[in-house]
């Protein structure tokens, strides 16, 4: 079996699924993923590089950004489920590689990180 599970268009090892999970029913709702974990992406400094590792959109369906305390309610559910999750900002990646804010988490103990 492969550690690698496609979900929702991105690949997350099974931990990493379930935590997801867990989170979302804290929340009462389902999160769009923005990267996953394997994804190579070079902003991402390496963090994304094994599994473990997520991106989540903090953006509604027209591009606008979700309340400050929704994006909060979603770093608080990932955190509850077990990920060291918080928000970035565009302000904090570099220049050559820019991201839009989003909710990173690391899956805590994740021995595939």
Known sequence: MSDQVPFRGVLLDQRSINALLLAERL??????IMQGSWSGASASAGTHSGGG??????????????????QVARVHALR????????RRPDQ?????????????ILAGDPLV
């Not at 929340?27 to 769009?32: D, E």
């Open 53 to 70: 590792a997520l991106d989540v959109s903090v953006e509604n369906a027209d591009g606008s950004l979700i309340s400050q305390s929704e």
């Open 27 to 32: 929340l009462g709702y389902s999160l769009q």
């Open 93 to 105: 990646a570099s220049a050559s590689s820019p991201w839009p804010y989003h909710v990173h988490g």
């Open 80 to 87: 509850a489920a077990g990920f060291a999750a918080w928000r």
